[in-house]
């Protein structure tokens, strides 16, 4: 596709929410908040959008830095860097779908740039930040002139490019409670090549199992095979109360390939992934399992 120049824009650069929030008001249609601009910009390139105002949110010192209460979980500020996240020791230590997801992202110049807000706002069905969260159970904080207000990472989208932030409303954090004894979690991503690629599909799962070994909490999540990130709910339920082994995993795989609505489009075919969807979550869910130890 042919790149042109950024067309013109005027740059603003608040230092508070609330300033953000007043510059979205007062310019509309015509205005788009932005932080690490590695999706945003390449669409003005594109003139796929045309903002008159670019409100960049780097400014504003409360949406930055990781918060980790080994009691409550980890708060996340929209601002976070997909970079800063895979440093984090926390994230990696008990919150690792999301490190494996971040770790498999990008480049470093975009992990550097680049922001799980960013990301999760952009609402593409393959955002690699989506899945796990969502299976770790990650709520998102968002904040408008109106008020505040959070809610799960799975009701955040709506469709390609489309979830239920109000245009005069900004992702603060996004927050991941502290998982239970006994359980972890995994994100696999399939892609053309190993690195910087966006993925065919992504498959999160998160367990936990009681004292004698038996699956008591699953959560599948799988990305890029939908219009969003789909919750399998069905899949999970093949595993809850039972044993996990090759011949569940298998079954789950199989349910979760069930509830995937991919398309066909250049990079595969809606069959192939199909195909993979079952074979990403029987493997995701021996992992998170063997994880568990
Ligand atoms: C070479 C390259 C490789 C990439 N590889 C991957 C990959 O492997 N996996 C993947 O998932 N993505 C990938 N991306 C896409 C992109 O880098 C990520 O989605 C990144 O996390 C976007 O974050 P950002 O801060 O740059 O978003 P921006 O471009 O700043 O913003 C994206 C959108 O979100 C909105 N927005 C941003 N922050 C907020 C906020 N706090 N509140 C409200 N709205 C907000 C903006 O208005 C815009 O619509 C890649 C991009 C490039 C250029």
């Known amino acids: 596709m042919f790149i042109k120049r950024l067309p013109k824009f005027t740059y603003h650069l608040p230092a508070s929410i609330s300033e953000a929030l007043n510059l979205l008001t007062e310019h509309?249609?015509?205005?788009?908040?932005?932080?690490g601009g590695t999706d945003l910009l390449v669409s003005m390139k594109k003139r796929e959008v045309v903002p008159e105002h670019l409100i960049n949110l780097k400014g504003i010192a409360e949406l930055k830095g990781i918060r980790y209460d080994p009691k409550a979980g980890i708060r996340i500020g929209a601002l976070v860097t997909l970079e800063e996240i895979r440093q984090s020791e926390a994230v990696k230590d008990k919150f690792c779908a999301l490190w494996d997801a971040v770790d498999k992202m990008a480049s470093p110049q975009v992990r550097s740039l680049g922001t799980v807000g960013g990301n999760l706002?952009?609402?593409v069905p393959s955002a690699d930040t989506a899945p796990p969260l969502i299976a770790l159970g990650a709520l998102v904080k968002m904040v408008g002139v109106g008020g505040e207000r959070s809610l799960p990472v799975e009701d955040f989208f709506k469709g390609p490019k489309e979830s239920v932030l109000r245009r005069n409303e900004i992702l603060t954090e996004v927050f991941i409670p502290i998982p239970s004894q006994k359980s972890s979690g995994v994100y696999?991503?399939?892609?053309?090549r190993e690195a910087m690629d966006l993925a065919l599909v992504g498959v999160a799962v998160c367990l936990r199992n009681d004292s004698e070994?038996?699956?008591?909490?699953?959560?599948?999540?799988?990305?890029?095979?939908?219009?969003?990130?789909?919750?399998?709910?069905?899949?999970?339920?093949?595993?809850?109360?039972?044993?996990?082994?090759?011949?569940?995993?298998?079954?789950?795989?199989?349910?979760?390939?069930?509830?995937?609505r991919p398309i066909s489009d250049i990079r595969s075919s809606l069959e192939y992934r199909c195909s993979m969807v079952e074979v990403l979550t029987k493997r995701a869910v021996m992992e998170a399992y063997r994880r568990i130890g």
Request: charged share 30%.
């Open 28 to 35: 509309g249609e015509k205005g788009r908040v932005f932080a």
């Open 121 to 123: 706002c952009g609402a």
């Open 188 to 192: 696999l991503k399939l892609m053309r």
């Open 213 to 260: 070994g038996i699956c008591r909490e699953a959560r599948i999540a799988l990305g890029a095979v939908g219009r969003a990130p789909i919750r399998a709910v069905e899949a999970e339920k093949v595993l809850i109360n039972g044993k996990v082994g090759e011949a569940l995993a298998e079954e789950a795989g199989k349910a979760a390939s069930v509830v995937c």
